[in-house]
Structure formats: structure tokens, C-alpha cells
């Protein structure tokens, strides 16, 4: 399957912490990124290679990682700041294509 | 600095052509793969196509294969997509972004601000 599902929406409550999950057959076989956007702007990379590195004046309690088929994005200690629609993207079974799943919209309380 | 800047956005009638640019600065362009990507009012990020460093290889998301058709001008630093038979549900934004592969790896670690694409009657 080329399909990446992630829940529409998600809440935290400020300074706890929270996972946003992106689920997809091809997770295991491809690195998955993650990306924040915020009302009319254009995404930004925030996590990629599998976790692995930080874009340059992510904070670091953003984090990644995978199990399986879901991989997982964390925000440790989550911020007003980080409010924002947040996607994962990873590539289809070819290798070739570009996949992104539906976005998730999280929100500080 | 870094720099991706779209252009080329537009209204246009259902079965019509536009081509988008994307003008890429502060990097060597020749080295990265690069992708359009694109985003219906209020809904989700879609890849539509991406493109080898070299163009060597391209790949078109299914939804635009045979209608879309991306390219890339390594003297001149600029990407473009070629899109034609447009239809109403091509209206998005077009972004254009970097991937951090020279070949497609899928982090697009830059982004253009996006260029505005109607396609109405």
C-alpha cells in the first residue's frame, strides 16, 4: 500500500507531551519525515531520516522514531508555538513516488 | 540564503495550460532532486511530481500523469511544471521543494512560498 494514515486531530495540554502516529505499509521499507505547517505557510521539515536529524532551529523536543509500519512524532514538554497541522511523508512501494498522509491538526491547550 | 521562489500561478478555464516556475538561489541546484507539491484550500500536502538532479528520471503522481509534466534547467537554476488539460480539482497551491537526496530520497528539507493555481469557468 502507498497510503499514510494519521489522526486528524490531536490535543495537549501545555508543557505534557504528546506522539502524533503516521501508519503505512511502506514505513517499513522507507525513512519517514515529518513536517509542521502553520496557517498560510508553507511547510516546513522538522524531522527526517527515520528520526535520525533535526532540521537546522528545530528545538529539540521534537523527536522521531518507528516501530513497524507507524512511525511516530514526539514532542516532549509541547509549546503554544506548536500549534500547527503536522504531516509525514515517506515514498510509495516503488521507491520512486513521494507519499504524504492526511496531516494532523494539533492543538495547545 | 536558500532560496526557492514560484512563479507562473494563475486563473484559467477548465482544459486550459499554465506552466509554473521555480527559481532556486543560495544553493547548487544541480545536486538535489526536486519535487512540486501541492495543497487544495484547506485540505492535505499532495506530491505531484518529482525530478532526478541530473533529470535523468522523473515520476508523476497518478493524478497528473499524462496531463503534467515537470523539468528542470540545471544552467539556468530553474524548475517547471508543464500542466496541461487543467481541471477544477487542480486548484491548490503549487509549492516547489528540495530534496536533500541528488536522487529521490523524500525529505524536502526547502520550500517556495507556493503559487496560487484557479481552475474555474
Known amino acids: 500500500s502507498s497510503e499514510l494514515t494519521q489522526d486528524p486531530a490531536v490535543s495537549v495540554a501545555l508543557g505534557q507531551t504528546v506522539r502524533i502516529t503516521c501508519q503505512g505499509d511502506?514505513?517499513?521499507?522507507?525513512?519517514t519525515n515529518w513536517y509542521q505547517q502553520k496557517p498560510g505557510q508553507a511547510p516546513i521539515l522538522v524531522i527526517y531520516d527515520e528520526g535520525n536529524k533535526r532540521s537546522s532551529g528545530i528545538p529539540d523536543r521534537f523527536s522521531g522514531s518507528r516501530s513497524g509500519n507507524t512511525a511516530s512524532l514526539t514532542i516532549t514538554g509541547a509549546q503554544a508555538e506548536d500549534e500547527a497541522d503536522y504531516y509525514c511523508n515517506s515514498r510509495d512501494s516503488t521507491g520512486n513516488h513521494v507519499v504524504f498522509g492526511g496531516g494532523t491538526k494539533l492543538t495547545v491547550l | 540564503q536558500v532560496q526557492l521562489v514560484e512563479s507562473g500561478g494563475g486563473e484559467v478555464q477548465p482544459g486550459g495550460s499554465l506552466r509554473l516556475s521555480c527559481a532556486a538561489s543560495?544553493?547548487?541546484?544541480?545536486?538535489?532532486?526536486m519535487h512540486w507539491v501541492r495543497q487544495a484550500p484547506g485540505k492535505g500536502l499532495e506530491w505531484v511530481a518529482g525530478i532526478w538532479y541530473d533529470a535523468s528520471n522523473k515520476y508523476h503522481a497518478d493524478s497528473v500523469k499524462g496531463r503534467f509534466t515537470i523539468s528542470r534547467d540545471n544552467s539556468k537554476n530553474k524548475l517547471s511544471l508543464q500542466m496541461n488539460g487543467l481541471r477544477a480539482e487542480d486548484t491548490a497551491v503549487y509549492y516547489c521543494a528540495r530534496d536533500w537526496g541528488m536522487i529521490i530520497e523524500g525529505a524536502l528539507d526547502i520550500w517556495g512560498q507556493g503559487t496560487m493555481v484557479t481552475v474555474s469557468s
Open positions: 543560495g544553493f547548487t541546484f544541480s545536486s538535489y532532486a
Open positions: 511502506s514505513l517499513r521499507n522507507f525513512y
